[in-house]
């Protein structure tokens, strides 16, 4: 299986938590036997889509513009068997980055096809990679990616095999929190091999990944105290 996953963090990767999340699932997904790289939108110039349906009337599956969306990763995400979408959550739903790269998936879609009949976009063309849903937020409850899913969901019908979401992201990488922590990244690790293996992930392994690290009220606190420590920039 080869995978391709796309981050769309503007953060360096030892900070991006969206990063520790999604290398620690394709940590399991290799593990098991399949060949992922990982692609930063950041490094990407996508320029945003013009909305003029070019890429389903005039040049039907290929966008009017040039760039790299056009020159390398519309083919990429094309070439791949499983495409991994990783945002941050930004605003209660995926990040602008991540939102351009979206909108400009549009010649992949042929109006003139029925829909699937499980919902989703008709394809253009024969082979569609699947797709998993990753992504991180730094509050502490798991409501905070109901928009985001049912996005996925809304647009990725039946490609969509899995989602992974995990709350109280900042708090992974604090060294008070490892021993909680570490349960979480061992269930990324089968989740990732459980994908690549049977196509879908546990419950009790998605139980895992969305545990909380602490009550409510003491993340509350907590993070009062990490942005009044947070180094300044
Ligand atoms: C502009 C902005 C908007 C954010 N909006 C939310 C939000 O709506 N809900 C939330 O839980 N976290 C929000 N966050 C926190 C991020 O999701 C969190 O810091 C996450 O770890 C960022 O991912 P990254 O480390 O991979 O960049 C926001 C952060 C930024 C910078």
């Known amino acids: 299986m080869r995978i391709l996953a796309l981050n769309s963090s503007p953060r360096d990767n030892e900070t991006s938590k969206t990063e520790l999340v999604l290398q620690t699932f394709l940590t399991g997904a290799r593990r098991a036997g399949a060949v992922a790289e990982t ?24 966008c009017v513009q040039q760039d790299d969306m056009t020159d390398v990763l519309f083919n990429r995400y094309l070439e791949a068997d499983l495409v991994v979408l990783a945002s941050p959550i930004y605003h209660a739903t995926m990040n602008a980055r991540m939102k351009i790269f979206v909108e400009r998936t549009m010649p992949m879609m042929d109006p003139l096809k029925e829909p699937p009949e499980a919902g989703g976009v008709p394809h253009r063309f024969e082979k569609m990679p699947k797709v998993v849903a990753l992504s991180v937020a730094g509050y502490w409850e798991q409501t905070m990616f109901d928009a985001l899913s049912l996005t996925w969901r809304m647009c990725l019908g039946n490609d969509l095999i899995a989602e992974i979401y995990r709350h109280s992201s900042e708090f992974l990488s604090v060294p008070e929190f490892q021993v909680t922590v570490q349960p979480v990244l061992d269930a990324l690790v089968d989740a990732g091999e459980e994908v690549v293996r049977q196509g879908k992930i546990n419950p009790a392994t998605m139980a895992a990944i969305t545990q909380d690290l602490a009550p409510a009220d003491i993340m509350a606190r907590l993070a009062r105290e990490f942005w009044s420590q947070a180094p300044e920039v």
Not at 45 to 56: A, F, S, T
């Open 39 to 62: 692609l930063y939108l950041r490094n990407y110039k996508i320029k945003h889509c013009l909305g003029c349906y070019g890429c389903w009337l005039q040049t039907p599956g290929k």
